[in-house]
């Protein structure tokens, strides 16, 4: 199989002499790429979703009730109660996103186009930051704010934060908190590929400072609504923070509704799926609203011409301003949950930093013997390289067609798919891949799947592949086309293509995407608990289980011992990449 | 150069490929019988090891998880299970598979001990491996000096804004100990009225038992109803490492309900696999499978804190006496009234 | 020992080409043949198709009917698309295109991967083609490192030097200064001569074109208007608008007086004048007759002049241009070696052999209405 142009054309039916039809339609087939593509996001996005969603409809596809065809799975979704539910849900998604893109806005304008010290900072703990779990940020914060907790014993008065924080309020910021590191992974990959001459622009016209960053965000726009997609997406279907932080009688969030259904004995999928096709209306939302945003813009701002840009140089207030604004967002986004952490793990007696206390590595040293870590991390670690390196290829496609100029219907469909992946909690996106791949008839067919490795290679990669392909978009839709088609008109296949002019050009996004892919799979759970293979268990699922057995102060030392892992390799892959990567590859979007 | 580095990445993203087909062959099996255990049990692992080491036709399969999840599990493979065994603490999950003709029964009659024979099934359709008490109140002596030890002890304004427990929608045997309410206080609505009275003399809950114990070792409570095995661990924790103003110890209110672990098996799988299942249960109810709960360390894994079910089983050294007055509800009439009582707690007794 | 001229230049054969987006057409029914060796410029305003077309012809576009042939290899039909790689062309690109990861000298090298050569000869190949555009010290800078016109002068060096058989430029000139348009446009014309290859340019820079080309091609809306050489289109351009899109000073509506096969007289108002015409013109006739530039002069009161006043004079180094206005319009573009005062009052006169009159696009529209609907037969 030719890999050149992915073009496998049949070689052409002297076109004078057989002139049916079924010959000139068969000339069309074409196995491409693309066709790939489309083939592997059906089975492995599309299908899932569809065959889960359907038992709202008919229980009985799916073995789920006696039905062919019901409405009555949707009677509690269509209570007033669940509507303001389902309001919130939206609310809270819609604060979540935007302030999450401002504060990592601001960041990013901040370390890539200042000389601010505390830059450095921020860049060497980014990623400690994405990998920080949302179960680890819930527990800092109430560790700080509870009764009688940490600040409370410090004598502060924190009943009125308390307030708000076992609220709506501490739920839109513990979510907004944990879309900050993706949405400036994402931001930032797009404005190292913004030459300055847009800005200088805007100055030479008299614009101010003010104006020429206003200028700046609005080409970065497609980034901007990247991040501010799956941070909204992630929100809505959150269930562990508000359930944390809140309760269903005082904030009501539709996944509640969701999760009853299946919590419930027996299972009530209907009514989970009939909730997930409420949440996925929200997504509809957003993407329109996103679509009318960059509705008719060329992005396409990377091209030989882009100059690197000169840095702002701060003046002292301005250094110290921003460093202190740097700290704080540091202070709140990774110093709560590492102290969320080290009460859980670290401390003897009551897991309280002013009681009398020490600190001490018991836990540590005793779970680097736990079944729970060694081999379900060594397994995690396989699973998390492949995962990462099939779901950057497809999503490299993917975010290419997200930037495709013309709003096709092959752009909307991915678009509506890739965010309805994230939106649906990973709960029921496992479950449909068991609907899908247990089916009987896929047995007889000899393909026995469901519960092998290659499956949850899959189905990671599928869980992946939203948050992948967006922190790709901003780039992609930057790169000018004629650039790629002046490597096919010089001689190269569109592979080649692709590797040789592609792929350098996003070299850096791409390594960060695939890092990002790493380090979100191996200690996801969610989808691990429902597919892994029997006798495999990952580690996410070892820390869970450790949990369950009371056991918190291991669980959460295995659970630290992997973030630390995780950042391991990523500290290996940047040494790596800047050590062998040729100098073209570095120079670009690394003006600093 | 160019080329043999292109040619290099392709085969090693084709290598990366073949290796995640290759993975999935673990498909391919010959003797010995496989049996895939769901399970929810700390010292299941301990089980399937031994009895895997003592025969060698059948291998049972460790597939550990929370019961939620796992359960969702069971039902989206529907028609065409992958289980041979479940085991998780309740029966009311058991109960609700028999009763859709998933399970089936014991080939054997298990030797139990009276607490076994009073929690069993009548149809022998699932085993109880032991069990575990919903609730036990575990409280704080240095700064509850005395403590309430009945229901409407409970109520007075002494231990007003005191007591703590669980969320039956998040903590799975929560709801054991509100039927277990309801059951004894006579009907639903009067253990709904005894939640409500506690509410208003300000019980604080939190989602399980982990923060329920957090929130007793903080102050914020000085009691919680907690199931008994975490309120056992607590003890042991503090038992041997002493910390000052922090003494938890147990208490039983009322007459608390035992909650069994059930362990049932697929009569949807082939007949080798349901023979090799039988034998894993008659294992583990045997006197060797029993003797792992006397013999495993309670500090890791505080799941063998149970009372065991079966006639001459040692229970672990930790386990204390068996309260004199507990119950025992019936998981086919109270299972299936679950949701509906989740929810009332939900909407009536968590908000504020 | 280097061959310098390239015998292999593709005769390239277009015939039916036709692409739509949606409901627009891009391209119509097209036709063109370019013989081998060749310099063919495709001229026409944005949205003629020009882009479309030589997309197409470089592969990186698919036609949707028609066929395209490089000599007797087909590369496009229906049904059947060669990949660009394959073409063996090499094109320049409006925005340049260089690959920003990639030196000058690396950018260069790409093109030549193909031919397989070894390093040594590869690399000559490369500097000699970098020297040839007057760039070999700029080898190991970035694309960013150099300033607008290198850019695009590394570009050519790359189309040229894997002496391909076609040559494609999409209006490479557009986005550089006025006095490096000259110089690269000079550039362009004897590297494509002195490889020998196939050329095919598009611009909409009437100039450019006519400076350029073997033959012009003349595009609108997707249809093929004219194609000649340079001076036949000027001389004898088709119908109005590629008259109108090659160069014209002014343009008036008048009514023809009189009629003798292809000269006519005009009446525009009172005055009358002696234009030229391919049409088919009765006494009567609505017409618009168009000047060239070329047509005005300052005169002495000599017949076929029109009286006007002078509205702006702009020194061109080589004389003076003058724009007037009359009682019909404005005339552009009035050349003279002296420059006369704005305000002043002067006669124009009008060239015949330069004065083109064509129907009316009004009677053009009457005309296709009528045979829409009465069909003459």
């Known amino acids: 199989m030719a890999l050149d142009g992915g073009l496998l054309v049949r070689h052409r039916v002297p076109f004078s002499n057989e002139n049916s039809r079924f010959k000139r339609g068969f000339n069309r087939i074409r196995i491409t790429p693309m066709a790939v593509f489309w083939t592997l996001i059906t089975f492995i996005l599309v299908i899932p979703i569809l065959l889960f969603l359907s038992v709202a409809f008919s229980p009985r596809l799916m073995s789920q009730g006696h039905q062919w065809f019901t409405l009555a799975s949707f009677k509690p979704v269509f209570s007033g109660a669940y509507g303001i539910a389902l309001l919130h849900s939206l609310i809270i998604g819609i604060i979540a996103a935007v302030g999450a893109m401002i504060i990592a806005l601001s960041m990013a304008w901040l370390v890539l186009r200042t000389n601010s010290p505390a830059r450095i900072i921020w860049n060497t703990t980014i990623f400690a930051l994405f990998l920080a779990p949302s179960y680890l940020i819930a527990l800092g914060w109430q560790r700080l704010f509870e009764q009688r907790g940490v600040l409370e014993i410090m004598g502060l008065h924190v009943e009125p934060i308390r307030n708000l924080l076992y609220g709506p309020v501490g739920i839109t910021m513990v979510l907004m908190v944990k879309g900050i590191p993706f949405a400036y992974l994402v931001i930032a990959n797009a404005m190292r590929g913004l030459g300055e001459e847009f800005e200088q622009a805007v100055r030479v016209h008299g614009g101010n400072r003010f104006a020429a960053f206003k200028v700046m965000a609005s080409l970065l726009m497609p980034s901007l609504f990247s991040a501010m997609a799956i941070v909204f997406a992630e929100a809505i279907s959150d269930f562990g923070v508000a359930s944390t932080l809140s309760s269903v009688g005082h904030f009501s969030v539709a996944t509640y509704q969701l999760y009853q259904g299946i919590n419930s004995i027996p299972v009530n999928f209907p009514v989970s799926a009939a909730t997930s096709i409420t949440l996925l209306s929200l997504v509809i939302l957003a993407i329109l609203a996103q679509n009318r945003a960059l509705r008719g813009r060329s992005f396409r701002t990377l091209s030989g011409r882009t100059r690197p840009v000169t840095i702002t140089k701060l003046s002292l207030l301005g250094k110290f301003s921003t460093s202190t604004y740097i700290v704080i967002l540091l202070l709140i986004t990774l110093g709560i949950p590492v102290f969320g952490a080290i009460s859980a793990s670290m401390l003897d007696g009551l897991g309280s930093l002013l009681s009398h206390y020490t600190i001490n590595f018991s836990n540590y040293s005793r779970v680097l013997h736990s079944r729970f870590l060694r081999n379900p991390l060594i397994y995690s670690t396989e699973m998390s390289l492949i995962t990462a390196t099939l779901a950057v290829g497809l999503a490299a496609i993917a975010s290419k067609v997200l930037t495709s100029a013309r709003n096709s219907k092959a752009k909307r469909f991915v678009d509506f798919f890739l965010l309805a992946a994230v939106a649906l909690p990973g709960i029921v996106f496992a479950i449909g891949y068991i609907f899908t791949y247990n089916l009987r008839f896929i047995n007889d067919l000899g393909l026995h799947i469901y519960g092998t490795s290659f499956l949850l290679a899959l189905a990671y990669t599928a869980n992946a592949l939203p948050s992948t392909s967006r922190s790709l978009v901003g780039n992609m839709g930057q790169i000018q086309e004629s650039m790629m088609d002046a490597a096919r008109v010089h001689g190269s296949g569109a592979a080649r293509a692709w590797i040789d002019v592609t792929m350098p050009l996003i070299a850096r996004p791409l390594l960060i995407a695939w890092l990002l892919t790493f380090s979100g799979t191996l200690l996801e759970l969610p989808v691990s608990e429902l597919l892994y293979p029997p006798g495999s268990p990952p580690v996410a699922v070892g820390i869970e289980l450790s949990l369950a057995g009371f056991d918190y102060g291991g669980g959460t030392a295995i659970e630290v011992l992997s973030i630390l892992w995780a950042l391991v390799v990523v500290g290996i892959a940047f040494f790596l990449f800047n050590r062998f990567a040729p100098p073209g590859w570095k120079r670009l979007g690394n003006q600093r | ?352 | ?377």
């Open chain 2, 1 to 352: 150069m160019r080329l043999n580095s292109f040619k290099k990445s392709v085969a090693v993203a084709a290598s990366l490929v073949f290796a995640a087909v290759g993975l999935s062959a673990q498909a391919a099996h010959a003797a010995p019988i496989t049996i895939n255990l769901y399970e929810a049990i700390g010292y299941a692992p301990d089980e399937i090891k031994a009895f895997n080491a003592s025969q060698s036709t059948y291998q049972v399969v460790d597939v550990g998880g929370s019961t939620g999840p796992l359960l969702a599990k069971v039902a989206a493979e529907g028609t065409n299970p992958a289980w041979g065994l479940f085991w998780a603490d309740g029966d009311t999950w058991a109960a609700s598979f028999d009763t859709n003709g998933n399970v089936a029964p014991l080939t054997f009659k298990p030797n139990y001990s009276s607490l076994g024979k009073r929690l069993a099934p009548k149809n022998n359709s699932f085993a109880i491996t032991g069990s575990t008490v919903m609730v036990a109140a575990l409280y704080n002596a240095a700064k509850m000096t005395t403590p309430p030890a009945t229901l409407p002890a409970m109520l007075r304004t002494k231990y007003k804004g005191q007591i703590g427990m669980n969320d039956p929608n998040i903590s799975g045997p929560t709801y054991p100990f509100i039927a277990g309410l309801m059951n004894q206080l006579g009907s639903e609505d009067a253990g709904k009225n005894y939640l409500v009275a506690l509410k208003k003399n300000g019980l604080v809950v939190n989602d399980k038992n982990g923060p329920t114990i957090h929130a007793l070792e903080i102050g914020q409570i000085n009691m919680g109803l907690v199931q008994n095995t975490a309120a056992l661990a607590e003890i042991i924790k503090f038992t041997a490492k002493p910390v000052a103003g922090f003494t938890p110890k147990i208490l039983y209110p009322g007459r608390p309900t035992m909650m069994p672990s059930s362990l049932a098996i697929d009569s949807k799988r082939p007949a080798a696999e349901i023979a090799g299942a039988q034998a894993f249960v008659k294992f583990v109810l045997s006197p060797a499978g029993q003797s792992i709960l006397a013999s495993t360390d309670a500090t890791v894994n505080s799941d063998v804190l149970c009372y065991p079910s079966i006639a001459g089983t040692t229970p672990n050294k930790y386990v204390p006496a068996l309260p004199t007055a507990y119950q025992i509800i019936n998981p086919y009439t109270w299972g299936p009234l679950q949701s509906e009582v989740d929810a009332w707690f939900t909407a009536t007794i968590r908000t504020k």
């Open chain 3, 1 to 377: 020992m280097t061959d310098k001229k390239h015998v292999n230049a593709y005769r390239v054969e277009i015939r039916g080409a036709a692409k739509h987006y949606g409901t627009l057409k891009a391209l119509n029914n097209f036709d063109l043949t370019i013989e081998p060796g060749t310099f063919t410029v495709l001229l026409g305003p944005s949205g003629s198709g020009k882009s479309t077309l030589i997309r197409s012809i470089a592969g990186i576009e698919r036609l949707d009917f028609g066929s395209i042939h490089f000599g007797d290899r087909e590369v496009a039909s229906n049904g059947f698309h060669m990949a660009p790689e394959k073409r063996d062309l090499a094109m320049v690109f409006q925005d340049y295109a260089l690959w920003p990861h990639m030196t000058a000298f690396e950018n260069v090298e790409y093109a030549i991967k193909r031919r397989n050569l070894d390093t040594t000869e590869a690399t000559r190949r490369v500097n000699e083609a970098l020297e040839r555009v007057g760039l070999s010290a700029k080898g190991p800078n970035y694309p960013f490192q150099l300033s607008g016109g290198e850019q695009q002068r590394v570009a050519l060096a790359r189309a040229i030097v894997g002496r391909p058989s076609l040559l494609l430029f999409d209006e490479p000139l557009s986005n550089l200064d006025a006095d490096l348009r000259e110089r690269l446009r000079v550039e362009i014309a004897t590297l494509t001569r002195e490889i020998g290859a196939t050329a095919c340019y598009i611009t909409h820079d009437q100039s450019e074109a006519f400076a350029l080309a073997d033959q012009i091609g003349v595009l609108r809306s997707g249809e093929l208007q004219q194609i000649a050489t340079p001076e036949e289109i000027y001389r004898h351009p088709a119908n109005r608008f590629v008259a109108a899109f090659t160069g014209i000073s002014g343009s008036f509506l008048g009514t023809v007086t009189e009629a003798h096969g292809h000269k006519v007289e005009v009446a525009l108002g009172k005055r009358r004048i002696e234009c030229r015409t391919s049409a088919d013109l009765k006494v009567g006739d609505s017409v618009e007759v168009l000047i060239r530039p070329s047509a005005t002069s300052l005169s002495d009161h000599r017949s076929n002049s029109l009286p006007a006043i002078v509205l702006d004079v702009a020194y061109r180094g080589r004389g003076y241009e003058h724009v007037v206005e009359c009682e019909f319009g404005v005339i552009s573009s009035v050349f003279a070696t002296e420059s006369t005062a704005r305000g002043s009052k002067v006669d124009i006169y009008i060239d015949p052999h330069n004065c083109l009159a064509f129907p009316s696009e009004k009677r053009v529209a009457v005309e296709a209405a009528i045979e829409e609907f009465a069909p003459s037969k």
